[in-house]
């Protein structure tokens, strides 16, 4: 491969600079006595990105998964009543896991291009008169299919139904990237990852966890340790982890963490709906159609792209790895071979977009799909520059 | 801090050029057409590490701490009986762990500086006529006091008694560095980590598991998903993974697994007890005590040094920490303060050894402690030249 | 700013990870025992990049300007006659650098645009019946205007004519990118640069002298020291160097070095020229001009872009530097505010391409110029999809 | 080479990680709009390294050789007179290079091991009546023998004679590391270079340059154009340079001119002081000796030790190199074979000079010189911790 191969998968993201040389660093001794002096405060600062204040952030060498069965290991105790609903890769694949932890999992399944389904979540809930679901689980962002729901709509029904469950979500491809609020919210149990909002590499699972979620820990059952939220917090209170922790992937988290900050979540999060305002452009003018059924579950992070039916989705992810440099997501499970990803999160600028659009035009043609060439660069070029008329001409 | 702070703990240990320059690269798409042509090949390459030619090799986000319980999740069910002995910080934390996962333990509690009882396993498994134990653990080498153990020596036991009981053994801060060897010692699972013998920054779980292991699985009702052997195998056979893999720290286990083949596993053993030959040379020049209790027991990886009884530990590793720029271990659980620990493990030459033993020395004249300023490093030149009488003058 | 800025000058360029990492490295001493064998097979492997089997290539710290010194200090003595032509900035400062060093210099004076006028050279080497013109001077690619000079013509005109003069050719931005034959065109002294079709970070001078030239060095009564022709030679000789080298941008030679011959000097050279033709596709769909005058002087490293009078360039390079993650370059002395210029060379695919067209289409629309969003991406998709209908559909 | 190799040659020296990361970058286009943002503080800073408040410094790829050619091409006309004096490979080559350069050298042809003659230089200056001595040139630390001169005295020598001489001054290996005073001491150009106490990668000439030199520039009939201050100091004026810099060398610059602030210049010399004080300690506990011939001319960053004469020097540097990890200096010109090495500036702290020294004694043992091993590392860690005494017992 001559050139850099672009990354426009949805998660792990074009890694900053700054990110990648906080981590280019010698090992260090996380017994160290000076070693809290770096923790603390990075477990403070990630309360901020995950607008939280009380309560506790963790984070430990693992995935998105890991979070996941951190979220019900900890919390649960097997044979507990969860409100679950799938509609793509991921939320599906919860829900196969609180299945196998024999937890009691009633759940919707949808169709791949929906979300949560709001209305069906408060008639269960209303239903449940008893309290017997302990937790309701919901995918802020479905990275399969670009949908993102409404947290705060099930936070709504709970408080209106005054139902004590507590709230779980998948945060892993929105938290650091789109709003997403813990405490407004009242989220209980945040999953994210190292490698996408937080652009850094694969490999550490980052997670909000309210006071209440930790008050829940005490009543649960199931043995953990590796995932045991009480080992972390104790620990944790002096600076350390109650095992080896991951410390050179911290050390980047740190510079994004700081990137973060210094951009401002609100910015980070309108440069992300910009961005993606323009890659939903393209597509249009493509002639193709997003797999999010409307335009209120349009994620900003993802976008997945539904081929027409003679053509496989492969063949242009394929066209596009191999020949012209630009790494597109694949339809997963369901919708493999009929849906192409665009991922638009992280370290991302306008003419990185452009790249990774114009990635996908050269492998649509290469593929022979039949559109005018430069049309979806080009109106991704007119969204992007309408929306910077308040940059003045060329200032720094 | 003005100088390098060199790495004098049992691991993390100081990273090889070549592996950071193999972690030091763009982020890439752990779903790519091509990744497996990565995977396959490493995970191949790390069973001849492990010294196995059957079985699998498994690796993921976590630390030994996830190792051991993947050990005890996967194949254990609650109730199981395991054999254990405790003799140290790390041996220990392995049993408490077996303990809240409600096995049935049956733990010889030893003096620390002691090793595995091999004859109180031999007489409690004689007496196991019905083969109640599932399970035996052994800590190879245990980091906190730097024992360690005769793996072959249980083997010999077991098959002595045709008892069928799996065989769990620490490896975490053995393998790659000191003799292992999973296929002739019959060893079922071995846990690893990236940041000991692999050189690598720490987050990386590596494990070992035999067929017989792999077997053992099917028959435990422990639920498990981050950790699920099953799953792994399942998703490793296709190149892939059951979820987001540590892809950067994989890249640098690629250069690791390369370096120590390149060297070749002897050659780094015998290189490692050279070092630790030198390094225990000083200790006795300095009039300090070995914490483990035999010659035999002497791990080739970490030496733990018992200071006179007025001193404190941790005063000699703030001082070479703060002031002298080398970073020792600390004394853990039971013998804080009373030992400081010398690693001497990874990429590590002759000068990098000395430079850790003058640190001590700066360390332990900066405390006021008694000895003759040069006397360990002199007698640890000493055994160094002695032993590569064999090298030419001055040839490449 | 958000995101990768992205290089599309004419040098320096996007440097490959390769690259970087093999000087991403610890120092080393340059009078090491083993040094030669580095610098030996580099300096040799060179030869084969600048086309040259006799004669010698150096490398030392400095620029292009010092290899323009090099060769005029070196082989020339005060009051020479040489032969030269400027149109352009680069062209041009050779040529004052001449008259600085009391040569006695013969210059055609040429609209920026033109490029080497070979008809006025032939008739001026035709009327220098008694050899007073010691060297031809021709500045290959003129990167301020983007103009390609035909460098075998000259040879023939001196062939021709059987005229002795020694041809020094200013390769900085051809060499490595584009066609360059030191031998079969009878090329004395070709200057270039690390920062372009070498793809390293500036810094280095490389220079090619043929065995004719060295024996000029002898006839030269310069003092000279620093870029001292003979002083390398004897150095050299011995794998070392006069004085201390640039050894951490050598290390990074032989990555680029490598990398030029993995992918073949005649595939680079297409690369290039099928990538400059889709940035021309480009700018003749903007509607606007090329500064080279005509086809056949079309650099395939630099387009130098002509803007309408009422538009002034630097805006467009301060909107795309500023707003959009591009960097473009600016139009240099008379054609300063005139041209912006796109740099099209070193480690590029199409989609990097694409993200320069890009982000100009955006600083173009964000400064008012009319013309159609995408048109000029569009148009260079076109050409590289035509260009490649050779690659399977998605094998690697 | 398993193991890092350390650097104990005196220069180039270990690189700082903050040193190596401030270059670890993409490359930059040097005509940006915000290039001189980037440039003007950083050659302000410089001043304050050399410790100057008028004048200029200047920075252009280069080595100490390309510094003093600049010194003496760009203030002085041929056959004007210089009074030099040499005793040790560098300050040899200077006197060489103003010969070639056809000046009217006056040399004093000193031992080597000792330094600039200030009684002759006086009686030299005083004879001078009509001040045809246009410049006095001197070498402030011979890098061959380890001898530091005394700069200030020669300044004194000129204003007590009232010689309007200019002052040249080799600070190749002495500014950054060692007291050095440009404005104090009168200097009019001061060569440095960037592999020394500057902690960087080889390749760039860093000088300073008096008002009173800069006048001289104007009345020097030597052609110049790469090395040409008047060029350099036009260009710089606008933040930019007469030709492309070299910018990823100049990054890292600014993190090293960052760091002698940081640590302050006074603690930074006084550092070398303390580390070289160890260094001859340990000399002398081997029994061996300091090629400088008197304690005031012994160089604070580096030692030249004299081996007996039945011991070939080269070959205890190549068993340090090829066995132990140790990279020690070798001899030069007259006393090639008859000494070793060590420097010791830069980013260095005590553990890393035990490490060379250790090195040292292996390969001093290696070659069979009789000494007790330990001896000369146990002198110095007395010398360190006694200088030490001022600092906690284990405070940050």
Redesign the interface.
Known sequence: ???????A?P?????P?AI??AM???????????FPEFVKPLLSDLKAVFRMTSGRVFM???????G??AAIGNCLS?RDMVLTSSFGQFSGLWVE?CR???LDVKNFDMDWGEGVPLDLYRRRLEADKHHRIKAVLACHNETATGVTSDIAGIRQILDDLDHPALLFVDGVSSIGAIDFRMDEWGVDVAVS?S?KGFML?????IMGVSDKAMEACARSDH?S???DFTDMATANDQGYF????????MRGLRASVDMLME?GLDNVFA?HARLADGVRAAVGAWGLRNCARRPELHSDTVTAVVVDPGTNA??I???A???????L??GLGKVAGKVFRIGHLG??????V???L??A??AL???GVNF????????A??R??EA?LD?P????
Do not use: K
Not at 201 to 205: H, I, K
Not at 347 to 352: F, K
């Open positions: 491969m001559i050139g850099y191969r672009t990354l998968v998660g792990p993201t074009n890694m600079f990648r040389q280019d660093v010698a090992l260090e001794d996380h017994r160290a006595p000076d430990f060498p693992g995935s998105g998964t890991a996941w069965e097997p896991m196998r932890f024999n990852g490698q590499p694969t490999g550490l699972c043995p340790c590796y995932l109650p095992y080896t922790p991951a410390a050179t992937l951009e440069r492969n063949d992810i394929g066209a790895y191999n020949h012209y440099g630009v790494s997501g694949g370290w991302l600028n306008e003419a990185m452009i790249q990774a114009g990635g035009e050269l043609r290469h593929c005018e060439a430069g049309s979806g660069v080009g109106a070029i007119e992007f520059t910077r940059l001409l060329a200032a720094e």
